[in-house]
Protein backbone atom coordinates (compact mmCIF):
# COMPACT_ATOMS: atom_id res chain seq x y z
CA UNK A 1 0.00 0.00 0.00
CA UNK A 2 1.56 3.18 -1.01
CA UNK A 3 1.29 6.74 0.62
CA UNK A 4 0.31 9.53 -1.75
CA UNK A 5 4.06 11.10 -1.29
CA UNK A 6 5.65 7.78 -2.32
CA UNK A 7 3.39 7.66 -5.49
CA UNK A 8 4.39 10.83 -6.54
CA UNK A 9 7.68 10.81 -5.51
CA UNK A 10 9.16 7.53 -6.18
CA UNK A 11 6.92 5.56 -8.83
CA UNK A 12 6.44 8.05 -12.33
CA UNK A 13 9.09 8.25 -14.82
CA UNK A 14 9.63 9.23 -18.66
CA UNK A 15 10.89 5.75 -19.09
CA UNK A 16 11.37 2.62 -17.72
CA UNK A 17 13.94 -0.22 -18.47
CA UNK A 18 13.73 -3.65 -16.97
CA UNK A 19 16.87 -4.69 -17.00
CA UNK A 20 20.56 -3.67 -16.38
CA UNK A 21 22.63 -5.54 -18.68
CA UNK A 22 24.45 -4.02 -20.84
CA UNK A 23 21.79 -3.48 -23.17
CA UNK A 24 19.53 -1.70 -20.51
CA UNK A 25 22.33 0.42 -19.08
CA UNK A 26 23.33 1.61 -22.57
CA UNK A 27 19.52 2.68 -23.24
CA UNK A 28 19.43 5.03 -20.01
CA UNK A 29 23.11 6.29 -21.29
CA UNK A 30 21.33 7.13 -24.89
CA UNK A 31 18.13 8.12 -23.33
CA UNK A 32 19.97 10.93 -21.22
CA UNK A 33 22.79 11.90 -23.27
CA UNK A 34 19.98 12.96 -26.13
CA UNK A 35 17.22 14.06 -23.66
CA UNK A 36 19.26 14.75 -20.40
CA UNK A 37 16.00 16.24 -19.12
CA UNK A 38 14.33 13.03 -18.84
CA UNK A 39 13.01 11.07 -15.59
CA UNK A 40 14.44 7.85 -16.49
CA UNK A 41 14.31 4.13 -14.42
CA UNK A 42 15.85 0.98 -14.39
CA UNK A 43 14.38 -2.34 -12.22
CA UNK A 44 16.62 -5.08 -12.15
CA UNK A 45 15.56 -8.04 -10.31
CA UNK A 46 19.42 -9.48 -8.87
CA UNK A 47 20.74 -7.51 -5.73
CA UNK A 48 23.31 -6.22 -8.56
CA UNK A 49 23.30 -6.73 -12.57
CA UNK A 50 22.78 -10.50 -12.37
CA UNK A 51 22.67 -11.87 -16.39
CA UNK A 52 24.68 -12.53 -18.89
CA UNK A 53 26.51 -9.03 -18.91
CA UNK A 54 28.05 -10.05 -15.40
CA UNK A 55 28.75 -13.85 -16.47
CA UNK A 56 30.33 -13.41 -19.99
CA UNK A 57 34.11 -13.74 -20.81
CA UNK A 58 34.33 -10.20 -21.80
CA UNK A 59 35.81 -10.92 -25.32
CA UNK A 60 35.25 -7.95 -27.19
CA UNK A 61 34.26 -9.42 -30.31
CA UNK A 62 32.85 -9.74 -33.61
CA UNK A 63 33.51 -13.11 -35.15
CA UNK A 64 35.62 -15.52 -35.37
CA UNK A 65 36.90 -17.33 -38.71
CA UNK A 66 35.33 -20.07 -38.71
CA UNK A 67 31.90 -18.75 -37.39
CA UNK A 68 31.75 -16.06 -39.81
CA UNK A 69 32.17 -18.55 -42.44
CA UNK A 70 29.24 -20.96 -40.82
CA UNK A 71 27.38 -17.57 -40.66
CA UNK A 72 27.77 -16.48 -44.37
CA UNK A 73 26.71 -20.27 -45.18
CA UNK A 74 23.08 -20.21 -42.72
CA UNK A 75 22.38 -16.33 -43.16
CA UNK A 76 24.08 -15.00 -46.31
CA UNK A 77 27.06 -12.54 -46.54
CA UNK A 78 24.95 -9.48 -46.62
CA UNK A 79 23.48 -10.33 -43.14
CA UNK A 80 26.65 -11.48 -42.02
CA UNK A 81 28.64 -8.14 -42.71
CA UNK A 82 25.96 -5.85 -41.42
CA UNK A 83 26.06 -8.01 -38.01
CA UNK A 84 30.12 -7.54 -38.12
CA UNK A 85 29.59 -3.84 -38.67
CA UNK A 86 26.77 -3.53 -36.23
CA UNK A 87 29.34 -4.81 -33.06
CA UNK A 88 32.35 -3.37 -34.54
CA UNK A 89 30.56 0.41 -34.39
CA UNK A 90 28.79 -0.95 -31.14
CA UNK A 91 32.44 -1.81 -29.71
CA UNK A 92 33.81 1.74 -30.64
CA UNK A 93 30.94 3.68 -28.98
CA UNK A 94 31.59 2.12 -25.88
CA UNK A 95 34.84 2.92 -26.01
CA UNK A 96 34.02 6.72 -26.76
CA UNK A 97 31.48 6.19 -23.68
CA UNK A 98 33.97 4.07 -20.95
CA UNK A 99 37.76 5.13 -20.84
CA UNK A 100 39.40 1.75 -21.89
CA UNK A 101 41.38 2.22 -18.38
CA UNK A 102 37.85 2.26 -16.23
CA UNK A 103 36.63 -0.95 -18.05
CA UNK A 104 40.30 -2.55 -18.22
CA UNK A 105 40.12 -3.03 -22.11
CA UNK A 106 43.20 -3.85 -23.96
CA UNK A 107 43.31 -4.42 -27.62
CA UNK A 108 44.69 -7.99 -26.35
CA UNK A 109 44.16 -9.74 -30.15
CA UNK A 110 42.83 -13.14 -30.32
CA UNK A 111 43.58 -16.37 -32.04
CA UNK A 112 41.36 -19.07 -33.45
CA UNK A 113 42.45 -22.69 -32.78
CA UNK A 114 41.89 -24.83 -36.09
CA UNK A 115 41.64 -28.52 -34.86
CA UNK A 116 41.11 -29.49 -38.42
CA UNK A 117 41.62 -27.19 -41.32
CA UNK A 118 38.71 -26.94 -44.12
CA UNK A 119 39.36 -27.86 -47.43
CA UNK A 120 40.93 -24.92 -49.08
CA UNK A 121 40.87 -23.03 -45.67
CA UNK A 122 43.57 -20.49 -46.85
CA UNK A 123 41.09 -19.10 -49.62
CA UNK A 124 38.27 -19.16 -47.03
CA UNK A 125 40.41 -16.58 -45.23
CA UNK A 126 40.94 -14.87 -47.82
CA UNK A 127 37.93 -14.38 -49.13
CA UNK A 128 36.14 -13.39 -45.20
CA UNK A 129 39.74 -10.50 -45.53
CA UNK A 130 38.30 -9.11 -48.83
CA UNK A 131 34.87 -9.28 -47.63
CA UNK A 132 35.76 -7.44 -43.81
CA UNK A 133 37.98 -4.93 -46.08
CA UNK A 134 35.32 -2.15 -46.11
CA UNK A 135 34.65 -2.31 -42.38
CA UNK A 136 37.90 -2.78 -41.29
CA UNK A 137 40.05 -0.73 -43.78
CA UNK A 138 43.25 -3.86 -43.57
CA UNK A 139 43.15 -7.62 -43.47
CA UNK A 140 41.70 -9.03 -40.32
CA UNK A 141 42.36 -12.32 -40.33
CA UNK A 142 46.57 -13.46 -40.39
CA UNK A 143 47.60 -17.60 -40.64
CA UNK A 144 49.46 -17.58 -37.28
CA UNK A 145 53.77 -19.01 -37.73
CA UNK A 146 52.99 -22.50 -36.94
CA UNK A 147 55.68 -22.40 -33.98
CA UNK A 148 53.48 -20.26 -32.36
CA UNK A 149 51.13 -23.22 -31.12
CA UNK A 150 54.22 -24.54 -29.36
CA UNK A 151 55.10 -21.59 -27.61
CA UNK A 152 51.81 -20.98 -26.76
CA UNK A 153 51.91 -24.57 -25.19
CA UNK A 154 49.13 -26.01 -26.99
CA UNK A 155 49.01 -29.85 -27.79
CA UNK A 156 50.52 -29.66 -31.45
CA UNK A 157 49.32 -33.03 -32.01
CA UNK A 158 45.86 -31.72 -31.52
CA UNK A 159 45.95 -27.62 -32.54
CA UNK A 160 46.74 -27.74 -36.04
CA UNK A 161 46.74 -23.91 -37.20
CA UNK A 162 46.45 -20.63 -35.48
CA UNK A 163 44.37 -17.85 -37.39
CA UNK A 164 45.42 -14.15 -35.48
CA UNK A 165 42.92 -11.25 -35.25
CA UNK A 166 44.61 -8.01 -34.34
CA UNK A 167 41.35 -6.34 -33.97
CA UNK A 168 39.71 -7.90 -30.99
CA UNK A 169 39.81 -6.77 -27.45
CA UNK A 170 39.22 -8.23 -23.72
CA UNK A 171 37.94 -6.21 -20.66
CA UNK A 172 37.28 -6.49 -17.51
CA UNK A 173 33.45 -7.20 -17.45
CA UNK A 174 32.79 -6.39 -13.72
CA UNK A 175 33.75 -3.24 -14.29
CA UNK A 176 32.52 -2.12 -17.90
CA UNK A 177 29.29 -2.69 -15.82
CA UNK A 178 30.23 -0.79 -12.40
CA UNK A 179 31.08 1.63 -15.04
CA UNK A 180 28.12 2.23 -16.82
CA UNK A 181 26.18 2.74 -13.64
CA UNK A 182 28.36 4.88 -12.53
CA UNK A 183 27.73 6.65 -16.15
CA UNK A 184 24.22 7.10 -15.85
CA UNK A 185 23.72 7.61 -11.95
CA UNK A 186 26.18 10.58 -12.54
CA UNK A 187 23.01 11.78 -14.84
CA UNK A 188 20.66 11.16 -12.61
CA UNK A 189 19.46 7.85 -13.62
CA UNK A 190 17.72 5.99 -10.85
CA UNK A 191 18.62 2.26 -10.63
CA UNK A 192 16.15 -0.02 -7.84
CA UNK A 193 17.56 -3.55 -7.06
CA UNK A 194 15.58 -6.73 -6.00
CA UNK A 195 12.95 -5.16 -7.96
CA UNK A 196 11.30 -8.42 -10.47
CA UNK A 197 9.14 -7.00 -12.65
CA UNK A 198 6.01 -9.00 -12.93
CA UNK A 199 3.43 -7.23 -15.58
CA UNK A 200 3.22 -4.90 -17.78
CA UNK A 201 -0.10 -2.74 -18.58
CA UNK A 202 0.26 -1.00 -21.59
CA UNK A 203 -2.66 2.34 -21.52
CA UNK A 204 -3.32 5.02 -23.62
CA UNK A 205 -1.41 7.44 -21.67
CA UNK A 206 1.26 4.94 -21.06
CA UNK A 207 2.87 1.73 -19.06
CA UNK A 208 1.70 0.68 -15.51
CA UNK A 209 5.00 -2.30 -15.13
CA UNK A 210 3.92 -4.23 -11.60
CA UNK A 211 7.55 -5.19 -9.47
CA UNK A 212 7.36 -8.33 -6.90
CA UNK A 213 3.47 -8.02 -7.75
CA UNK A 214 3.53 -5.43 -4.76
CA UNK A 215 4.09 -2.00 -6.29
CA UNK A 216 3.22 -0.40 -9.76
CA UNK A 217 5.86 1.77 -11.57
CA UNK A 218 4.35 4.20 -14.38
CA UNK A 219 6.15 5.47 -17.32
CA UNK A 220 5.28 7.22 -20.55
CA UNK A 221 6.98 4.60 -22.71
CA UNK A 222 9.28 1.22 -21.22
CA UNK A 223 11.97 -0.92 -22.69
CA UNK A 224 12.45 -4.74 -22.21
CA UNK A 225 16.27 -5.52 -21.88
CA UNK A 226 16.33 -8.93 -20.20
CA UNK A 227 17.71 -10.97 -22.68
CA UNK A 228 17.55 -14.57 -22.37
CA UNK A 229 14.38 -13.53 -20.17
CA UNK A 230 12.17 -12.84 -22.86
CA UNK A 231 10.05 -15.70 -22.24
CA UNK A 232 9.13 -14.85 -18.92
CA UNK A 233 7.05 -12.26 -20.95
CA UNK A 234 6.18 -13.02 -24.29
CA UNK A 235 6.57 -16.76 -26.23
CA UNK A 236 5.77 -14.89 -29.89
CA UNK A 237 9.35 -13.81 -30.33
CA UNK A 238 12.13 -16.53 -32.11
CA UNK A 239 14.66 -16.23 -29.33
CA UNK A 240 15.62 -19.24 -27.48
CA UNK A 241 17.84 -19.09 -24.27
CA UNK A 242 21.06 -20.82 -24.53
CA UNK A 243 23.13 -21.72 -21.29
CA UNK A 244 26.80 -20.82 -21.16
CA UNK A 245 28.64 -22.71 -18.65
CA UNK A 246 32.26 -21.35 -17.83
CA UNK A 247 35.25 -22.05 -15.35
CA UNK A 248 38.23 -20.01 -13.53
CA UNK A 249 41.48 -21.85 -12.87
CA UNK A 250 43.70 -21.26 -9.64
CA UNK A 251 46.43 -19.54 -10.80
CA UNK A 252 48.98 -21.55 -12.79
CA UNK A 253 52.85 -21.70 -12.41
CA UNK A 254 53.31 -19.95 -15.70
CA UNK A 255 50.95 -18.95 -18.64
CA UNK A 256 52.55 -19.24 -22.09
CA UNK A 257 49.90 -17.21 -23.55
CA UNK A 258 47.84 -13.82 -23.29
CA UNK A 259 44.60 -12.46 -24.95
CA UNK A 260 41.48 -14.22 -26.75
CA UNK A 261 41.56 -17.66 -28.27
CA UNK A 262 38.72 -19.26 -29.60
CA UNK A 263 38.15 -22.80 -31.32
CA UNK A 264 34.93 -24.90 -32.52
CA UNK A 265 33.48 -22.10 -34.46
CA UNK A 266 33.32 -20.11 -31.00
CA UNK A 267 31.89 -22.89 -29.25
CA UNK A 268 34.86 -22.73 -26.68
CA UNK A 269 36.53 -19.65 -25.90
CA UNK A 270 39.24 -18.84 -23.31
CA UNK A 271 41.81 -16.07 -22.23
CA UNK A 272 43.70 -15.24 -19.64
CA UNK A 273 42.55 -13.49 -16.17
CA UNK A 274 43.98 -12.17 -12.71
CA UNK A 275 47.25 -13.82 -12.41
CA UNK A 276 48.55 -16.66 -14.47
CA UNK A 277 44.71 -17.95 -14.57
CA UNK A 278 42.58 -18.97 -17.46
CA UNK A 279 39.01 -18.37 -17.74
CA UNK A 280 37.63 -21.11 -20.01
CA UNK A 281 33.90 -21.57 -21.26
CA UNK A 282 31.72 -23.08 -23.88
CA UNK A 283 30.74 -26.95 -24.98
CA UNK A 284 26.79 -25.32 -25.48
CA UNK A 285 26.96 -27.40 -28.67
CA UNK A 286 27.60 -30.76 -26.74
CA UNK A 287 23.86 -30.61 -25.53
CA UNK A 288 21.99 -27.69 -27.37
CA UNK A 289 18.52 -29.02 -26.01
CA UNK A 290 19.93 -29.06 -22.32
CA UNK A 291 21.47 -26.13 -22.63
CA UNK A 292 18.33 -24.30 -24.09
CA UNK A 293 17.63 -23.04 -20.10
CA UNK A 294 17.26 -20.32 -18.37
CA UNK A 295 18.05 -22.73 -15.47
CA UNK A 296 21.50 -20.95 -13.70
CA UNK A 297 23.76 -24.15 -13.12
CA UNK A 298 26.01 -25.91 -14.12
CA UNK A 299 26.49 -29.27 -15.29
CA UNK A 300 28.64 -31.88 -14.45
CA UNK A 301 29.38 -33.65 -18.26
CA UNK A 302 30.30 -29.49 -19.86
CA UNK A 303 31.86 -28.37 -16.77
CA UNK A 304 34.01 -32.12 -17.43
CA UNK A 305 34.47 -31.45 -20.65
CA UNK A 306 35.81 -27.88 -20.31
CA UNK A 307 38.15 -29.88 -17.57
CA UNK A 308 39.53 -32.76 -20.23
CA UNK A 309 40.18 -29.73 -23.13
CA UNK A 310 42.04 -28.27 -20.66
CA UNK A 311 44.16 -31.08 -19.93
CA UNK A 312 44.54 -32.32 -23.48
CA UNK A 313 44.69 -29.41 -25.55
CA UNK A 314 45.36 -25.99 -23.80
CA UNK A 315 47.94 -27.02 -20.97
CA UNK A 316 48.81 -30.55 -21.41
CA UNK A 317 52.23 -30.36 -19.83
CA UNK A 318 50.18 -28.80 -16.41
CA UNK A 319 48.77 -29.97 -13.65
CA UNK A 320 45.89 -27.48 -12.59
CA UNK A 321 43.16 -26.88 -10.21
CA UNK A 322 39.58 -25.30 -10.83
CA UNK A 323 39.07 -22.23 -8.56
CA UNK A 324 35.23 -21.54 -10.09
CA UNK A 325 32.94 -22.48 -12.36
CA UNK A 326 29.44 -20.22 -13.04
CA UNK A 327 26.64 -20.42 -15.64
CA UNK A 328 25.31 -17.43 -17.44
CA UNK A 329 21.90 -17.44 -20.13
CA UNK A 330 22.50 -15.81 -23.57
CA UNK A 331 19.55 -15.11 -26.32
CA UNK A 332 19.84 -16.71 -29.75
CA UNK A 333 17.59 -16.04 -32.87
CA UNK A 334 17.73 -18.19 -35.86
CA UNK A 335 18.83 -15.22 -38.30
CA UNK A 336 21.50 -14.14 -35.46
CA UNK A 337 20.25 -10.71 -35.64
CA UNK A 338 18.39 -8.93 -31.94
CA UNK A 339 15.03 -8.47 -31.88
CA UNK A 340 14.41 -4.36 -31.49
CA UNK A 341 10.62 -3.72 -31.66
CA UNK A 342 7.67 -1.98 -30.00
CA UNK A 343 5.70 -4.74 -28.92
CA UNK A 344 2.56 -2.53 -27.90
CA UNK A 345 2.24 0.87 -28.25
CA UNK A 346 4.78 2.28 -25.45
CA UNK A 347 6.75 -1.16 -24.46
CA UNK A 348 10.08 -1.55 -26.98
CA UNK A 349 11.63 -5.16 -26.31
CA UNK A 350 15.64 -5.18 -26.87
CA UNK A 351 16.67 -8.71 -26.71
CA UNK A 352 18.37 -11.56 -28.24
CA UNK A 353 22.15 -10.21 -28.46
CA UNK A 354 23.10 -13.90 -30.11
CA UNK A 355 25.80 -14.64 -27.38
CA UNK A 356 27.89 -11.26 -28.63
CA UNK A 357 26.39 -8.50 -26.60
CA UNK A 358 29.85 -6.95 -25.05
CA UNK A 359 30.40 -5.51 -28.90
CA UNK A 360 26.78 -4.87 -30.28
CA UNK A 361 25.19 -3.67 -26.92
CA UNK A 362 25.48 -0.36 -27.66
CA UNK A 363 24.60 -0.45 -31.30
CA UNK A 364 21.45 -2.23 -29.73
CA UNK A 365 21.03 -0.33 -27.19
CA UNK A 366 21.09 2.69 -29.61
CA UNK A 367 18.21 1.36 -32.17
CA UNK A 368 16.22 0.76 -28.53
CA UNK A 369 16.61 4.47 -27.42
CA UNK A 370 15.85 5.56 -31.14
CA UNK A 371 12.32 3.80 -31.23
CA UNK A 372 11.45 5.11 -27.35
CA UNK A 373 12.37 8.87 -28.47
CA UNK A 374 10.06 8.09 -31.30
C1 LIG B 1 29.03 -17.61 -20.18
C2 LIG B 1 28.87 -16.49 -21.14
C3 LIG B 1 29.98 -16.00 -21.84
C4 LIG B 1 29.82 -14.93 -22.73
N1 LIG B 1 30.93 -14.39 -23.29
C5 LIG B 1 30.80 -13.30 -24.08
C6 LIG B 1 31.94 -12.63 -24.57
O1 LIG B 1 33.06 -12.97 -24.25
N2 LIG B 1 31.76 -11.57 -25.41
C7 LIG B 1 30.50 -11.15 -25.76
O2 LIG B 1 30.39 -10.22 -26.55
N3 LIG B 1 29.41 -11.73 -25.25
C8 LIG B 1 29.51 -12.77 -24.41
N4 LIG B 1 28.41 -13.34 -23.88
C9 LIG B 1 27.11 -12.79 -24.23
C10 LIG B 1 26.85 -11.44 -23.54
O3 LIG B 1 27.18 -11.52 -22.18
C11 LIG B 1 25.38 -11.05 -23.72
O4 LIG B 1 25.10 -10.99 -25.12
C12 LIG B 1 25.04 -9.69 -23.11
O5 LIG B 1 25.57 -9.59 -21.82
C13 LIG B 1 23.54 -9.49 -23.06
O6 LIG B 1 23.31 -8.28 -22.41
P1 LIG B 1 21.84 -7.85 -22.02
O7 LIG B 1 21.93 -6.55 -21.32
O8 LIG B 1 20.96 -7.94 -23.22
O9 LIG B 1 21.30 -8.99 -21.04
P2 LIG B 1 21.75 -9.40 -19.57
O10 LIG B 1 23.11 -9.01 -19.25
O11 LIG B 1 21.37 -10.83 -19.41
O12 LIG B 1 20.82 -8.49 -18.67
C14 LIG B 1 19.46 -8.75 -18.47
C15 LIG B 1 19.12 -8.27 -17.07
O13 LIG B 1 17.71 -8.35 -16.91
C16 LIG B 1 17.44 -8.74 -15.57
N5 LIG B 1 16.08 -9.28 -15.55
C17 LIG B 1 15.64 -10.41 -16.13
N6 LIG B 1 14.31 -10.55 -15.90
C18 LIG B 1 13.93 -9.49 -15.15
C19 LIG B 1 12.69 -9.08 -14.58
N7 LIG B 1 11.58 -9.79 -14.75
N8 LIG B 1 12.66 -7.94 -13.86
C20 LIG B 1 13.78 -7.20 -13.67
N9 LIG B 1 14.98 -7.54 -14.18
C21 LIG B 1 15.04 -8.66 -14.92
C22 LIG B 1 18.54 -9.75 -15.28
O14 LIG B 1 18.74 -9.94 -13.89
C23 LIG B 1 19.74 -9.13 -15.97
O15 LIG B 1 20.51 -8.33 -15.10
C24 LIG B 1 28.52 -14.39 -22.97
C25 LIG B 1 27.42 -14.87 -22.27
C26 LIG B 1 27.58 -15.91 -21.36
C27 LIG B 1 26.38 -16.42 -20.59
Redesign the pocket.
Given at each position: MLSYWEKESFTKYDYII?????????VAASLVEKKPTSKILI????I??????????????FGKPTELLADIATIGEEATLELVEK?WKGLQALRKRIADKKMEFKQAGSYEIILEIPKNFEQKIDYLNKLLRPIFHEKVFHVAPQEQIQRFGFNTKLAKMLIYNGFEG?LH?GKL?QSLMEYVQKKKVKILNG????QFRDTESGVEVQ?NHEINFWAKRVAI?????IG??FSHYPVKP?????LVTKPLKKLLFKG?FHFDEGFY?F?NVGKNQILF??GRNLDFEGETTTELKTTPNIINNLIEKLQTLIIPNQSFEIEQT??????FTPNRK?VIEYCTQNIVV????????????TT??EEIANLLLQ
Open positions: VGSGIVGLSLERGFPSGASTKNAGFACRQSICNVNVCNNGFQFGRGQVNYRGGWAGIMAPGVALNGMGVAIGVA
